[in-house]
């Protein structure tokens, strides 16, 4: 991916930058591997619990940043909104771009 997947909002050490953005990388490798294999649109919670359930405990946040870095890239569109967690809350769903998704049906995350 081409796209900044760690932005840096503390003072971090160049040992500890270069850690957190493989991280970060990582991540947004991972969630766009669940929009390829979940074949629906999907907010970004649901693509954090989709990585619960395939063991990867990182924040929520971590999540909301890699579907935002996904669909900054082009990699992911917004479809419109769903009601959230909470009342009058909306949450963006996302999905492959057109025609995308059929590309990976049946494919290993």
Known sequence: ????????????????????????????????AIFRSVPRPMTALEAHQWSQDADHHWPEGSTRRAVTNLYKAG???KLGTVEGRYPGA????????????????????
């Open 75 to 77: 990699l992911l569109v």
């Open 1 to 32: 991916m081409t796209h900044i997947a760690y932005h840096v909002t503390t003072d971090l050490t160049s040992a500890q930058h270069i850690a957190a953005a493989t991280a970060a990388s990582r991540q947004d490798a991972w969630i766009l």
């Open 90 to 109: 909306p949450h963006h769903l996302y999905a492959l771009p057109e025609g995308q998704g059929e590309l990976f049906v049946g494919r290993a995350a």
